[in-house]
């Protein structure tokens, strides 16, 4: 079983940039990994897709302005955020597309002035 672990959260501007990590303890370069957000009181979105070939699909709150991508050598899932908005505020986690593995604790970005 593939543990994830996500970081690169924190305090930023709204406009501002942030890059999330996800890293798994395990191989998963023949894996689907999607991001996902979770605000309180809400259910999980996914938000960002990336293929085992690298395809990528988003969400169209965040297409434009968030890119994902990955780096199958060190088990590395990434997600650059851009022109963040407050509405981003959110935990964010990453799993396997079919959400196999267990979810990991996720790390908080926060929008703020």
């Known amino acids: 079983q593939v543990h994830l672990v996500e970081s690169g959260g924190g305090l930023v501007q709204p406009g501002g940039s942030l890059r999330l990590s996800c890293t798994a303890s395990g191989d998963i370069s023949r894996e689907a990994m999607v991001w996902h957000r979770q605000t309180p009181g809400s259910q999980r979105e996914w938000i960002a897709l990336?293929?085992?070939?690298?395809?990528?699909n988003y969400k169209d709150s965040v297409k434009g302005r968030f890119t994902i991508s990955r780096d199958n050598a060190k088990n590395t899932v990434f997600l650059q955020m851009s022109s963040v908005k407050s509405e981003d505020t959110a935990v964010y986690y990453c799993?396997?597309?079919?959400?196999?593995?267990?979810w990991g604790q996720g790390t908080q970005v926060t929008v703020s002035p």
């Open positions: 990336i293929t085992h070939s690298g395809n990528t």
């Open positions: 799993n396997t597309i079919t959400q196999t593995s267990p």
